[in-house]
């Protein structure tokens, strides 16, 4: 049963509690002050503000990669876990950018540089950067984020020329109200706030006013006789800033449009030309700071596709970054305070990188790299969201589908190995965490020489996600209208092998290739749904789970050099050695590295027992899969092989015993039949072979 929709006076009630109480209120200078003083960090600087921001939402320190994780990345809790990201590349960088705001909170330099996201199509940086701002939005509406600004009010009383229209004037560049104070004073004020100030960075303000309010300062104090306090008591009101990107307040993001039609005003803002007319040419009252650096200021500057630029209009960004100003056409500078975020593909950052006239904007430049993700099960969460955030009712996805999908983004993605000891799938699962210790395989050696080989960096090139995602979406409407309710790793093998060639971002020179390692997928499929089948013919959950106690008393017995009581006679024996290795046979484990195994298996014993913590033989990858190989071993004997290659000798009973078996593991049963069809004639043929 639904619950009833909720009345508008519920939903005005709802509205009014998650907005700040004081939103509408003008409060006065000397308020300010005194607030100030008792939270520091409300006058923060943009950089300050949005670093204080990512661990206002959480963290969390990820110590086998030696990085910071943020929980607006990794949980999206304003949004409901919609926006996650997953991948070790993507944590990385995230880390590395919200390393550079902390950098340029502390006045260490990049304050005063571009955060530049460099990535191919599709890595998810314009999708961060969108979540950045969406919750520096929210961070503002909080009483932790809040910022204040000021306005001017009854200016007509004074100044006699001013516009009726102009009687309450907003702070043009939503200053804060501290730069209304003449810098020796304020010096000493904030001198003062960094005595009581708790934070890892300290207050700065040595803004000068926007040209508008210091026309209306000089105004105001000649006719109080520079009289501060009677300006500012009697002319300023202090309100609340809330930053907006629809409202062009505090965020601003700027798009490239035509190239013929670049102008700097879009930047840096232009003639009024409704107040020209009032004021004259040369007033600053006739000036429109509407420019994209004047909207952002106190908070975020979001450039797409920023190397798309003309060099020329680049240049703007020098003195924005490095000094912090801007110079509008025929205005005096103007001092800015903003996070500067820039985004670009590669083709636009060599041609920018390989032009000598364009040093200058590259010295101001911190590029981090924003590269696909390497980790095809962590490529296939991505996936897995969208399925979650979209309309799928009725649709099964397989086992393997998504993991599948991943594994042949990831191997377009990376380098292949030097060495002739590993395949580029055994690289791929090296970087997915799979390889057993016992395989001899140094994952960082291999991400190094690959990081050597990579014109950038791995993960800079190869299919997108959004190119595997659009061919999911594909393959789930084609089934939906063929009646099919499941999807598999077969039908989306077929969609991009249909399409590889009308995707407009794959060149192609890199076709031939590409097929290619869709059937390196296609095999390592076939050998897992292999896999799959023999463990619905012969899974035993009770027997691997006696298998695997036995299998942990011994090792344990062995490791201590102590016996064990035999199971049938009661009496004290030396561990089983035949035993133990008839379970270790099962992962090629040599003679020589059995003991290094069984340690393995005694260090995860005593320390599941350390932290309390229950353990079954299943909850070790390693010694499941050596288990189960084991009893296929022993149970494979009593299968009928032969009615899996002809289903006139396959009893309906039997059969439906095997496709309840895969249902077990996750199929559904339409797909169970197809795994069944695919791959039991594999495992019968190559049983009846031996």
Known sequence: MTGEIETLEELSQQYRESMPED???AKSFDWYLREVHENPRIARNAHQRVADMFDFYGTQYNDDLGIVEYHMATEDSLHDGENVFYGREIYEAIHEFVN????GARGLGPEKRIKLLLGPVGSGKSHFDWLVRRYFEDYTLRDE??????RWVNLGDIIHDQDPADDVVQSPMDQDPLVLLPQEQRDGVIEKLNEVLDAPYTIRNDQALDPAS???MDRLLAYYDDDLQEVLENHVEIIRLIASENKRQSIETFEPKDKKNQDETELTGDVNYSKLAIYGESDPRAFDYSGAFCNANRGIFSGEELLKLQREF???????????T???KNNPRIDIDQVIVGRTNMPEYRDKKGDEKMEAFNDRTKRIDFPYILEYEQESQIYRKMLRNADV????????????AGLFGVLTRIEEPDSERISLVQKAKAYNGELDDGDDIDVKKLREEGEKKAEIAEGMYGVSARFIGDEIAEAIMNSTHRGRDYLSPLTLFN????????HGSIPEENLERYYRYLELVREEYKERAIEDVRHALAYDLDEIQRQGEKYMDHVMAYIDDATIEDELTGREQDPDEKFLRSVEERLDIPEDRKDDFRQEVSNWVSRRAREGTSFHPQDNDRLRRALERKLWEDKKHNINFSALVSANELDDDERNAWVDALVDQGYSREGAREVLEFAGAEVAKAELQD
């Not at 984020?145 to 000021?150: A, E, I, L, N, V």
């Open 100 to 103: 550079k705001i902390k950098s």
């Open 214 to 216: 210091e026309f209306y």
């Open 393 to 404: 009712p009725n649709m099964h996805i397989e086992p393997h589908a998504m993991e599948m």
């Open 314 to 324: 680049l240049y703007d960004f020098l003195h924005a970054t490095q000094e912090q």
């Open 145 to 150: 984020g809040r910022m204040y600004t000021f």
């Open 23 to 25: 939103l509408r209120e």
């Open 495 to 502: 969609h991009f092998e249909e399409n590889l060639e009308n």
């Open 326 to 328: 801007i110079k509008p």
